[in-house]
Every structure is written in structure tokens, then in C-alpha cells.
């Protein structure tokens, strides 16, 4: 799965510009990519129907590090990747 992003990745940014921008973009898409998945199919089965679970502070923590990290990869990346 981790190959897989990393070559969509190379071929979307062949076209767009890199930035912290597109960073923070493509961040936010993924971030409510997961949300939508997780309460949709993860809370109804294996949470017992508990929809707080998206508000644990744990969880929103891991999610705004994982935007941040996902921002600094892509704005870096204009200056690694070719």
C-alpha cells in the first residue's frame, strides 16, 4: 500500500507543483478520506456503534500530526524528488 501511494504521488506531482500547500491539500483529503471510511465501516462493526471515538483526543492528535507530516513530506519534496 505504502509503494503504491509513494508512485501515485510521483506521478501527480510530475504535473503539479510541489508546496506546502499542495501538502496541507492533499492532507486535508486524506484526513477526511479517513474520517468518512472510519465511520462509515470502522465504528458500526468492530466499535459498537461509539462515535465519540472520532472525537478521542489520542485520535485527533495522531490526525493532525499525520497532516503535518504528510504537509512537510510534499513541501520537501519539491526539493528531493525530480
Not at 51 to 77: H, K, Q
Request: hydrophobic letters at 55%.
Amino acid at each position: 500500500m505504502v509503494v503504491l501511494t509513494v508512485l501515485l504521488g510521483l506521478w501527480y506531482f510530475k504535473k503539479e507543483k510541489r508546496g506546502y500547500g499542495e501538502g496541507l491539500k492533499v492532507g486535508l483529503i486524506m484526513l477526511i478520506t479517513s474520517n468518512i471510511l472510519d465511520s462509515v465501516i470502522t465504528i458500526p462493526l468492530f466499535m459498537n456503534g461509539d462515535y465519540g471515538f472520532l472525537i478521542s483526543p489520542m485520535l485527533v492528535i495522531g490526525e493532525v500530526i499525520g497532516v503535518v507530516v504528510i504537509m512537510v513530506l510534499v513541501g520537501c519534496g519539491r526539493f528531493f524528488i525530480v
